[in-house]
């Protein structure tokens, strides 16, 4: 008799054609699936963190095994036709398919799991499940597109400037899917089959659990991959950036002009090239004469302040060729050793190598955080490659194909393993790329460098409801967009207003731009340094603008309370701070298809405003609440559609049963 199955403690695991494969409970209601060809399995975690389980049951017959871990059932089935193995899941109630292998199709042979042999030793594989054409999908990170369920979606398995890609999703079947791989590759929602690719990886690792509600799977999702930690007050409130401050005494100014205004400012930004040469890690004494006399005011004035850093390091920097001695930079493995072309030949540091995080945070310690600087912007964190051709770039972690999707997610971990290091408790340092685990280092995600587009508008609200899906709660994105916005401009004037309405209901309300027109900026040996941008500063926009922006950042501060609270459930719950309507309303089958309209906490509903020239939108009130309009008072049941007035000085916001009440009046 040939034997198929067993037990190894509590995990159960299957030999066949040499295939070694196990299933171990991982969590409550979860699974871990792993499987090898020619070999055994190999331990560790790429983002799992150990989490308990309950009690797990096993069943072992000669063709067939089961085990159960909580709310989730693994059937194993050896099929008559070569004796391949297919795995379905099943919820507690026994008869209800979440998610199912295909089959091997008899005379079409198929392979659920398929790997296909790479020179040197790795495979390339491909996992299929069945498809039910009518499942809804989300989550899955941050693409740059207007879709919020992902079916029928084709997705690349990599970073760019402004997508992040965090293979975790929550299906409306009841369980969440997360694809435990670091390695470049694609996803297919297709509507015959779900198709998973890693270009280059030694064995399938995969996650998935059961839920009741898309709560519960979050917070069994959050359970193993960590949360984030407590948001700093600073966080807050109203933060203010542009590209570019780029002396000390126009960042003094911008900061003055606000306390002189009373308007309320948590955090003022210097954006990037405040060095000298990329990889100095340290302010241009030209521009930046005495930056920790600067920093000193700002605290004085209640301002926090951000300094951006890239991981890039010129060929020409104070400190290329000491990395370059040990080791601490990316290696390109055929050509020329350049990974990126701006003021200068640039190639990356290594943030997979644990001797660079620790130089890096050496250099910031030094030169920002020894004045006070307690919050960094962690910029081109994918990183943004010249040419996105993973094969060619190698890391200590391993080849970039096989390991480079951890890169933003180790890149946030040097500065934040710096800064507890250095005595610091609250950490927050805003990031542009992100994987599974950024959170529990403090990653503040924003979404790159998009334009200045109704069009982008819209895909930023998909964007961040997604992220929060993929247990990154603190999330931002560049109020008014970042590339070609003219401030003189009304069409973009409006746009900003509808931006910045949209941005007081985020997890971080954070204004920035790359605002035409530009000056050039010329240091004194005559080099032609990064230009800055037009004014970006609330009052920077005209007078009819002005008193509406004033009026959200009051808004944003009535609420501290409130989003102080949300970003404590964030912290102990992996809860997202925007949330799709589903996520409360789960039994209401048309906030699963609403993407345009938000729940900012449990309690607020959000509906931007976010197509040109509109002065009014329809609002969908969830069935099982009462709904307060809170800029008439004007009461509504749930389960309808209503519109909604809201000429440029507002936007239409809910409140469910009347909480929060204080905003009545205000919006």
Known sequence: MLQFFERDGDSLVFRGNGEVLSLTPWGENGLRARSVFAGELKEGSVALLEAPHGEVSISLEERSASITNGKLTAKLVIDGWGNTLQIGYYNQKGKLLLLREISNGGALIRK???????????????????????????GMGQYQQEVFNLKGCNLELAHRNSQASIPFYLSDKGYGFLWHNAAIGEVHFGTNTTEWVARSTDQMDYWICAGDSPAEIEEQYAQVTGTSPMMPEYGLGFWQCKLRYYSQEEVL????????????????????????????????????????????????????????????????SENYEEMKQKGLLVKTNYGIDVQMLFHGNNIF??????????????????????????????????PEFGTYDHDMYSFAAGPAVKVGNIYPREYARAVYEGQKQNGQEDVV???????????????????????????DFRKQICAGLHMGICGIPWWTTDIGGF???????????????????????????????????????????????????????????????????????????????????????????????????FYEFP?????????????????????????????????????????????????????????????????????????????????
């Open 587 to 667: 039994d209401d089958r048309e906030c699963w298809d609403i993407q345009d309209a938000y729940m900012y906490g449990p309690d607020i509903l959000a509906a931007p405003i976010c197509h040109e020239k509109e002065t009014g939108r329809r609002v969908y009130l969830p069935s099982g609440a009462r709904w307060i309009h809170a800029g008439t008072g004007k009461e509504y049941e749930g389960s309808r559609w209503v519109e909604a007035d809201a000429p440029l000085e507002t936007l239409p916001v809910f409140l469910r049963d009347g909480k929060q009440g204080y905003l009545i009046g205000m919006i």
């Open 253 to 316: 100014e911008v900061a003055r002009e606000y306390k002189k205004r009373e308007i309320p400012i948590d955090v003022i930004v210097i954006d990037y090239y405040h060095w000298p040469r990329c990889g100095d890690w340290r302010f241009d004494e030209e521009y930046f004469p005495d930056p920790a006399a600067m920093v000193k005011e700002l605290h004085e004035m209640g301002i926090e302040t951000m300094v951006s850093v890239w991981p890039q390091v010129d060929v020409r």
């Open 483 to 581: 590339h070609n916005g003219n401030i003189e401009d009304p069409d973009f004037r409006e746009l900003l207003v509808r931006w910045f309405q949209f941005g007081t209901f985020c997890p971080v309300m954070r204004i920035h731009g790359s605002r035409n027109p530009h000056e050039q900026i010329v240091n004194k040996a005559g080099e032609v340094r990064e230009w800055t941008g037009a004014p970006n500063e609330v009052w920077s926009f005209g007078e009819e603008v002005y008193p509406i922006l004033v009026k959200f950042i009051g808004i944003r501060e009535k609420m501290r309370d409130y989003t102080r609270s949300l970003m404590q459930e964030a912290h102990e719950k992996g809860t997202p701070v925007i949330r799709p309507m």
């Open 349 to 382: 540091m290594d943030a997979t190598n644990p001797r660079t995080r620790q130089y890096l945070w050496d250099k910031l310690k030094k030169n920002y955080a020894d004045m006070g600087i307690r919050t960094f912007w962690l910029d081109e964190a994918e």
């Open 112 to 138: 659920a799991r398929y790997f296909r042999p790479l020179p040197g030793g790795s495979y390339e594989l491909k996992v299929s499940f069945e498809s039910d054409p009518e499942e809804k999908i989300y």
């Open 429 to 455: 340092n805003l990031i542009r790329c992100a994987w599974v685990g950024s959170q529990r280092y403090g990653a503040l995600v924003w979404s790159g460098d998009i334009m200045s587009t109704y069009e």
